[in-house]
């Protein structure tokens, strides 16, 4: 037996446990994840995720901003890039390809239009783009097979291109 | 005329500014953002944003990563927070509503089985919800309307609620 575990510095033993363990009680495939914003004034604010630091959000100047940080709309597409980057990584690993190198460039288009209120509808993305480079040794049709893997199965790339029940309430 | 230029520290002059702009040539609100993503080995890896520092990205343990920062799934409901703070900072303040906190918390419900292989489908979110605390000295229908304005004008918030066409490509 080939022991695949550091491969890609991947710990594919855990990724193995867990789905295993689902596999065994499907109930434990569910899971909740949560961030909580605070307000900082202007257009800053802080999101905290578990125990780690807070990730400042801010604007940019010309859109009333002081620019301190990231926009959310900037963090929207850095969350698709990272998503994809575990992918990538996971399942190169369980296909025993060695990455040298990855990195994912993601774009998005976005008309201002409704979000200052010239117009009602479509504030958000009109089409997002990610471009994708692996350096690895292995044949084309290997990598794309993972890419297509990839894609299927992408948490954030499917929460983007798919409508989701999104419900925003007052306390 | 009243100056409401300082109100929640809220720059609205640049956004009118902006807004008349936009009126005037309405080609100037299409804009593009952009991430540019780096895989850091195992499932970290950082995402770059205009000359910020870069922002790290992981997984935690159980899920095979090294734990050293927020997940991507987190990272996308600390967008939605983000963007919905803008959108209160923003609307409040040109309603001449002070706001003195505000604190949104993001959670949503993600099953684990497409994502790890077990089955086809939908790997994201299948519901994100909301809940916004707003501590201002106006009335419940003013809130409300404010509430509503923003649910209506919230870029993140209409990504994510809507199927946005993205294409992930390889280099």
Same mark, same amino acid.
């Given at each position: 037996?080939? *022991?695949?575990?550091?491969?890609?510095?991947?710990? %594919?033993e855990? #990724?193995a446990?867990?789905t295993?363990?689902? &596999?065994?009680?499907p109930e434990?495939?569910a899971?909740?994840?949560?961030?909580e914003v605070?307000?900082?004034?202007?257009f800053?604010s $802080?999101? &905290?995720i578990?125990?780690?630091? =807070?990730? =400042?959000?801010d604007?940019?100047?010309g859109?009333?901003?002081?620019?301190?940080?990231p926009n959310? #709309? +900037? !963090? /929207? %597409?850095?969350a698709?890039g990272?998503? /994809?980057? #575990?992918?990538?990584a996971a399942?190169?690993?369980?296909?025993?390809?060695? /990455?040298?190198?990855?990195?994912?460039?993601?774009?998005?288009?976005?008309d201002l239009h409704?979000?200052?209120?010239? &117009?009602?509808?479509h504030?958000?993305? $009109?089409?997002?783009?990610?471009?994708? $480079?692996? @350096?690895? @040794?292995?044949?084309? +049709?290997d %990598? !794309?097979?993972? *890419?297509?893997?990839?894609?299927a199965?992408?948490? #954030?790339?499917h929460?983007?291109?798919? +409508?989701? =029940?999104?419900?925003?309430?007052?306390?």
């Amino acid at each position: 037996m080939t *022991h695949t575990t550091t491969l890609n510095h991947v710990d %594919l033993e855990a #990724v193995a446990a867990l789905t295993e363990a689902i &596999r065994r009680e499907p109930e434990k495939g569910a899971t909740t994840w949560r961030a909580e914003v605070e307000w900082r004034g202007g257009f800053r604010s $802080e999101a &905290r995720i578990r125990d780690f630091a =807070p990730v =400042p959000s801010d604007e940019p100047a010309g859109l009333g901003g002081s620019d301190s940080a990231p926009n959310p #709309v +900037e !963090q /929207l %597409l850095a969350a698709l890039g990272n998503c /994809l980057a #575990v992918g990538y990584a996971a399942n190169a690993t369980a296909a025993g390809i060695t /990455l040298r190198g990855l990195r994912i460039d993601v774009e998005g288009d976005l008309d201002l239009h409704t979000f200052l209120g010239l &117009r009602p509808g479509h504030a958000g993305y $009109e089409a997002i783009r990610a471009r994708v $480079e692996i @350096d690895a @040794d292995a044949p084309v +049709e290997d %990598l !794309q097979a993972l *890419h297509e893997k990839v894609v299927a199965t992408s948490p #954030v790339g499917h929460t983007l291109a798919r +409508e989701i =029940p999104l419900e925003i309430r007052l306390a």
